[in-house]
């Protein structure tokens, strides 16, 4: 059974860093695309990022590109977020997810849709 757990959420001031991980079970578990994804309350989920686990690239969401960072570590087959300049619109529960491993070029991988796998999500917390 695949599972996604994401890890390194918390509470931090405006202008912070946190880092999220995301740690996929399974060593013979892979996915075409992995991405993030948050949650603010009373809001839908919305895209943040996107990586193409094969090539490296990478997609942002407008609301965070120059502050986020996305990157994977291939050989824990582990998903990060690195971010910056947090503000307080970015409090959300951030969730990791994951593609089947087939590639549909016609995807934007924006879209919830798009993910098979999802993991249970983590608090991210910016006072002002």
């Known amino acids: 059974q695949v599972q996604l757990v994401e890890s390194g959420g918390g509470v931090v001031q405006a202008g912070g860093s946190l880092r999220l991980s995301c740690a996929a079970s399974g060593r013979t578990f892979s996915s075409a695309v992995r991405g993030w994804f948050r949650q603010a309350p009373g809001k839908e989920r919305e895209f943040v990022a996107t990586?193409?686990?094969?090539?490296?690239?990478?997609d942002y969401a407008d609301s965070v590109k120059g502050r986020f960072t996305i990157s994977r570590d291939i050989t824990k087959n582990a998903l990060f977020l690195q971010m910056n300049s947090l503000q307080p619109d970015d409090t959300a529960v951030y969730y990791c997810?994951?593609?089947?491993?087939?590639?549909?070029?016609?995807?934007?991988?924006?879209?919830?849709?798009?993910?098979?796998?999802w993991g249970q999500g983590t608090q991210v917390t910016v006072s002002s």
């Open positions: 990586i193409r686990w094969s090539t490296g690239d990478i």
């Open positions: 997810a994951a593609s089947s491993p087939i590639y549909y070029g016609a995807r934007s991988y924006k879209r919830i849709g798009d993910y098979a796998y």
